[in-house]
C-alpha cells in the first residue's frame, strides 16, 4: 500500500473534471485506500477553469494537494495544465497527461492576451516534472463515441496501461460504473480501452 | 447520487460530498422540513434534499430569500418539526434580522442553520466575510467541520445540541468542507415528525419586558453548552505532550493543513483542535495552555480562535508567546498547507525540501492567457447587454446585480458598474439618478427581483427616480445550478404551483412605462430600450427568454436539432463585430484574421445575424 498519491485534475467547465475526480476517488476506495478530492463550482463553471484534486493513501487528512507534491496531473485541456502546473515538482517526478485540443479563451481575442504553442507549454510543463505525454484524447474520444465528452476516460484509460496511477484496472472500472451507469459506461470503456490500447502501443 | 444517500445499511462507508453528509446526517437525526435560498458554496445542500424529500418522506423548499427560508424553518421548529436551513455567508446577512430574536425566543424541535463561508472569494465576489462573527453577535452555538465525515457527525451533533437547549445551532462551512468529496461511514435514518402544532408560549413573543429576562437567560444557556462540550470530543487535544513546549490551536480545514503539514516535515506537536467555535471551551483552552511557551493560531480570515488564546493567556498563562495573524498566517485569503509549514518551519527551525517562493516565483515566469468565465453561447443575456450598450453607449451607468449576468463585467459587454448584493441594483440606481443626470440602465434576474428587487423598485416610484430597471428574466436561478423560483411555477418538491409574473407584479408597484420584450429580437429591444431611456418616470423592461443552456439540454432530450451558424467568408468584411462587441464564445478569430464560427459551441441564437453589419451570417445547411 501506497502512503498517498496525489492527482490533479483540470479542464473547462463541461469537460468532465469533476466526473474523472469521482470514478479516481470511487476506485481508490475500492481499492482499500482513504480518499478526499477538492473541486471548486460557482462562477468557474461559466466557461471558466475546473480544477479538482484528488488524493489518496492510508490516512488522508486534506483535501487539497500541497504545491510541488502532485503524482499526476491530468489536463483536459494544454492552457489549463500549465495552469496548475505548480502542483508538480521535479522533486516529486510529476507526470503530465494532457489532451492536445485547444480552447482558446475570450481573453486571447478580446483582450490579446496570448495562447502559448503546444511547444513552449510542453517545455515550460517539463521544468515542473520527469515526463510530459501530449494525447489526441479529444479526437480519439469523438472517433469512437461520436462525442469529445469521453476523453476525461480515454486519458484515464491511458494512464491505467502506462501504469501511471498506482489502481487496479478492475477498481477503476467498477469505479467508472459507479459514477457513469448503464448506456454511458459501455461508450466510456469504449473509450477507456482504446486508451489503454494506446498505452501499450506507444512509448 | 440520490440511493446513496437514502441507504440503510448502517456502518457502510460511502463517498459524501460535504454538502451531502450534511443531508444525511440530518435524515439521521429525524428531520422533517429543510428550506434554503440557493447560493454557492452550499447550493448542493438544498438540491440533494429536493432531489431525495418526496421518497425520504420530508419536506423541502426553496424559499424566495434566505429570511424567508429561515423563517419557514423556524416555524417548523416551533410547530414541533425539526428543521434544516441552509445559505450562503451572504444570506444569513440577509436572514439575520430574523436570526437575533429566533435565538431569544429558542425553539420546540431542532433547528440547525447551516451557512457556508467561501475564503478566497472562489465563487462570491462580494466580500470575504467571516461568519464564524455572528455566532456572538447573534448568542448562538456554532460548530465547525474540518471535513465530509464531520460535516455528517457534526449536523447531529447540531441536532443534539438545539433539542437538548432549545436553541438554534449554526453550523459553518467553508468552501473547502463543503465541496470535499471524503468517505463518511453511514449510521441508521431515524424517520422523524413531519406534522406538529404550533402551542402558543410567551416566549415565541419577543416585547420587553420579559425580552430582557429571556436574555439574561440566553447567557446561562450558552454556559451550560460549554459545560456540555466538555464532555464530547467535538472540542479535543491530538497528539498530548507535556515536554513540547509549542502547540497549534486550530479549527476547520485549517486542521487538516495542519496535520498534513506535521506529516511533511515529520514532526508532531500538541493541537487543540475546536469544532465547538462557540461557546469556546475555556476548561480545555486552560489545561492546553498551560505549560506551553509558544502557541501557533492557525485559523483562515479573522483571529476568532486568536482572540479568545490572548484573554485566556493573560488569566492562565500570561509568559506565553502567541503567533497566528501578527505575521505568520494570514487575515484575508485562504489558510493553505504551505502557509502553516512556513509558519512552522519558521517556529521550529525546520526545512521543508521545497523552497514555495522560488517555485512560485519559477511559475509566475509563465505567461497564461486569462480564461474569464463567460456567457454560455446564445446567452439571452448577452443579447440584452449588447442592445443596452449600443442604445445607451458606453458612458451610460450600468446598475449590476447578483447572478450569471454579472459576468457582464468582463470585456467586451461591460455592462456591471457597480456589484454589491442580492437586489442593491435597485436602490443604488435610485440614489445615483436622484443626484445624477446620467442615463441609468440597472439589470436584475428573474430570481433576484422576486429575492430583494421590488423593494427597491416601489422605492423608486414612491420616491420618484426614473431609471430604466431590465429585468433578466431567464426563467429559472441558473447561476447556482437551474433551482427554480417563483417565476417557473415548480416548487423544490416538483410540484406544479402559481406561478408569479414578473410584469404583474411591475405593474401592480405602480410602474407605468413597461414591455415585456424577448432579447433574441435586438431591433425591438434597443427601440424599448432608447424609448424608455428618456422617460421621466421609472420605466420596466422584462427581457424574457429561457436560459439557454436549459433550452438546449431540452432539445437535445426531446431529440431536436440545435440550429447552426456559419460566416460567409465572401461576405465577411473581417470587422470583428462579433467577436470584440458582442464576445460570443462561439465565434472565433483565426491566425489569418478571419473569423469563424465553431459549431461545436453555436447554440443557435441567431443574435449575431442581427449584429452582422455586412450580413455575412447565415443558417448553416
Not at chain 1, 134 to 159: C, M, P, R
Not at chain 2, 188 to 217: A, L, Q, R, W
Amino acid at each position: 500500500m501506497i502512503k498517498e498519491f496525489n492527482t490533479v485534475i483540470t479542464g473547462i467547465g463541461g469537460q468532465g473534471s469533476i466526473t474523472l475526480a469521482m470514478i479516481i476517488a470511487e476506485a481508490a476506495s475500492k481499492n482499500g485506500y482513504d480518499v478526499k478530492t477538492s473541486e471548486l463550482h460557482g462562477l468557474s463553471q461559466r466557461g471558466g477553469t475546473i480544477p479538482c484534486h484528488v488524493r489518496f493513501g492510508k490516512k488522508i487528512y486534506s483535501s487539497v494537494i500541497l504545491e510541488g507534491e502532485a503524482n499526476l496531473i491530468i489536463g483536459l485541456e494544454p492552457l489549463e495544465a500549465l495552469r496548475t502546473c505548480y502542483y508538480g515538482s521535479k522533486l516529486n517526478k510529476t507526470v503530465f497527461l494532457i489532451d492536445n485540443t485547444q480552447i482558446i479563451p475570450i481573453s486571447v481575442p478580446v483582450c490579446n492576451e496570448k495562447y502559448p504553442s503546444m511547444k513552449e507549454i510542453v517545455k515550460n510543463l517539463k521544468t515542473f516534472g520527469k515526463k510530459v505525454f501530449v494525447l489526441d484524447a479529444s479526437k480519439k474520444s469523438l472517433e469512437l463515441t461520436f462525442s469529445i465528452v469521453s476523453s476525461n476516460v480515454y486519458l484515464l484509460g491511458y494512464a491505467s496501461g502506462k501504469r501511471l496511477i498506482p489502481l487496479k484496472r478492475k477498481f477503476l472500472l467498477e469505479g467508472m460504473n459507479e459514477v457513469l451507469p448503464g448506456n454511458l459506461f459501455e461508450t466510456n470503456k469504449k473509450a477507456f480501452e482504446a486508451g489503454e490500447k494506446d498505452a501499450h502501443s506507444k512509448n | 447520487m440520490t440511493s446513496r444517500l437514502l441507504e440503510a445499511k448502517s456502518g457502510k462507508k460511502v463517498i459524501l460530498l460535504g454538502n451531502e453528509a450534511i443531508v444525511r446526517g440530518s435524515l439521521e437525526s429525524g428531520i422533517g422540513f429543510s428550506s434554503t435560498y440557493p447560493g454557492t458554496p452550499v447550493s448542493e445542500i438544498g438540491d440533494t434534499f429536493s432531489e431525495i424529500a418526496k421518497e425520504a418522506g420530508i419536506y423541502f423548499e426553496y424559499s424566495t430569500n434566505e429570511k424567508v427560508a429561515l423563517e419557514a424553518a423556524a416555524g417548523a421548529s416551533l410547530s414541533e418539526v425539526k428543521s434544516l436551513v441552509s445559505f450562503k455567508n451572504f444570506g444569513l446577512n440577509v436572514a439575520s434580522d430574523s436570526v437575533f430574536p429566533l435565538a431569544y425566543t429558542g425553539v420546540k424541535a431542532g433547528m440547525v442553520i447551516v451557512v457556508g463561508d467561501d475564503p478566497n472569494c472562489w465563487s462570491s465576489g462580494q466580500s470575504e466575510q467571516d461568519s464564524r462573527c455572528y455566532a456572538r453577535l447573534a448568542h448562538l452555538p456554532m460548530l465547525e467541520p474540518s471535513d465530509a465525515q464531520e460535516c455528517k457527525t457534526f449536523t447531529k451533533l447540531a441536532f443534539e445540541i438545539s433539542e437538548r437547549f432549545k436553541t438554534p445551532v449554526f453550523l459553518r462551512l467553508t468552501t473547502r468542507v463543503a465541496h470535499e468529496r471524503g468517505l463518511v461511514t453511514l449510521d441508521k435514518i431515524v424517520k422523524g415528525k413531519t406534522s406538529g402544532t404550533f402551542i402558543k408560549d410567551i416566549k415565541y413573543k419577543n416585547f420587553p419586558p420579559h425580552i430582557m429576562k429571556t436574555h439574561e437567560e440566553i447567557h446561562d444557556k450558552l454556559e451550560e453548552i460549554e459545560k456540555f462540550s466538555e464532555g464530547k470530543d467535538v472540542n479535543k487535544i491530538i497528539y498530548p505532550n507535556k515536554e513540547s513546549k509549542l502547540g497549534i490551536v486550530t479549527s476547520g480545514s485549517a486542521f487538516c493543513y495542519v496535520m498534513e503539514a506535521f506529516d511533511d516535515l515529520g514532526i508532531k506537536l500538541p493541537v487543540l483542535k475546536i469544532g465547538l467555535t462557540y461557546p469556546l471551551p475555556e476548561n480545555l483552552f486552560k489545561k492546553f495552555i498551560k505549560n506551553l511557551n509558544e502557541i501557533l493560531v492557525v485559523e483562515e480570515l479573522d483571529p476568532i480562535l486568536e482572540d479568545s488564546v490572548y484573554k485566556l493567556a493573560k488569566e492562565f498563562n500570561p509568559k506565553v508567546k502567541i503567533f497566528g495573524k501578527n505575521g505568520y498566517i494570514p487575515k484575508a485569503g485562504e489558510c493553505t498547507e504551505e502557509i502553516v509549514i512556513s509558519a512552522l518551519c519558521r517556529l521550529t527551525g525546520k526545512k521543508y525540501k521545497l523552497n514555495f517562493k522560488t517555485h512560485r516565483k519559477k511559475f509566475r515566469k509563465i505567461k497564461i492567457a486569462r480564461r474569464l468565465p463567460v456567457l454560455c453561447p446564445g446567452c439571452p443575456h448577452r443579447a440584452t447587454f449588447y442592445a443596452a450598450r449600443a442604445v445607451a453607449g458606453k458612458d451610460a451607468v450600468f446598475g449590476g446585480d447578483i447572478g450569471c449576468y454579472i459576468m457582464g463585467i468582463y470585456p467586451p459587454l461591460e455592462t456591471q458598474d457597480f456589484i454589491f448584493s442580492m437586489g442593491a441594483s435597485q436602490g443604488i440606481s435610485h440614489g445615483i439618478k436622484k443626484v445624477s443626470k446620467q442615463k441609468i440602465v440597472s439589470f436584475i434576474g428573474d430570481s433576484t427581483f422576486f429575492h430583494a428587487g421590488i423593494p427597491g423598485l416601489i422605492n423608486m416610484v414612491y420616491n420618484k427616480s426614473n431609471p430604466l430597471v431590465i429585468v433578466l428574466d431567464n426563467r429559472i436561478t441558473a447561476m447556482t445550478g437551474h433551482q427554480p423560483n417563483p417565476g417557473m411555477g415548480v416548487t423544490g418538491m416538483g410540484e406544479q404551483t402559481k406561478e408569479i409574473v414578473i410584469e404583474d407584479i411591475v405593474k401592480a408597484c405602480g410602474v407605468e412605462n413597461v414591455k415585456v420584450i424577448d432579447p433574441y429580437n435586438l431591433k425591438e429591444m434597443m427601440e424599448a430600450i432608447k424609448e424608455f431611456l428618456n422617460k421621466d418616470k421609472v420605466s420596466v423592461i422584462v427581457s424574457k427568454r429561457q436560459c439557454r443552456l436549459l433550452t438546449v439540454r431540452k432539445m437535445r432530450k426531446e431529440g431536436m436539432k440545435i440550429p447552426k451558424f456559419e460566416i460567409d467568408q465572401t461576405k465577411c468584411t473581417r470587422c470583428g463585430e462579433c467577436v470584440y462587441n458582442f464576445g460570443c464564445p462561439a465565434i472565433m478569430k483565426m491566425k489569418d484574421g478571419s473569423f469563424f464560427i465553431d459549431k461545436n459551441l453555436c447554440w443557435g441564437c441567431a443574435v449575431c445575424v442581427q449584429i452582422c453589419p455586412a450580413k455575412a451570417i447565415g443558417a448553416s445547411r
